[in-house]
Nanobody, 119 residues
Framework: QVQLVESGGGLVQAGGSLRLSCVVSGSIFSINVMGWYRQAPGKQRELVASITTGSRANYADSVKGRFTISRDNAKNTVYLQMNSLKVEDTAVYYC?????????????WGQGTQVTVSS
């Protein structure tokens, strides 16, 4: 069974920083794309950032220059460093990964971690 475990959310003041982590565990061959999404109350889930196996990153315009996505392939982990946080960054953040394993490949979601930015 493949699982994603997220950590690092919390409450922070505007202008502050947080670092999210997502660890993939279980029997897999490899991990393809890894990404972070977020969903604010009353809004649709949106892509925040994604990163390929070659560490090519893609960002939503709203977070460019403030957030940095990275991955440690040896640890099956993806990170999201969030700096200069704004109140509008408040949301539940979800990890999303594409894994190859014995059998069909999988797109998996983490359980979500709450990020709250206060003014």
């Amino acid at each position: 069974q493949v699982q994603l475990v997220e950590s690092g959310g919390g409450l922070v003041q505007a202008g502050g920083s947080l670092r999210l982590s997502c660890v993939v565990s279980g029997s897999i061959f490899s991990i393809n794309v890894m990404g972070w999404y977020r969903q604010a109350p009353g809004k649709q889930r949106e892509l925040v950032a994604s990163i390929t196996t070659g560490s090519r990153a893609n960002y939503a315009d709203s977070v460019k220059g403030r957030f940095t996505i990275s991955r440690d392939n040896a640890k099956n982990t993806v990170y999201l460093q969030m700096n200069s946080l704004k109140v509008e960054d408040t949301a539940v953040y979800y990890c999303n990964v594409h894994v190859f394993r014995e059998g069909p490949d999988l797109w998996l979601w983490g359980q979500g971690t709450q990020v709250t930015v206060s003014s």
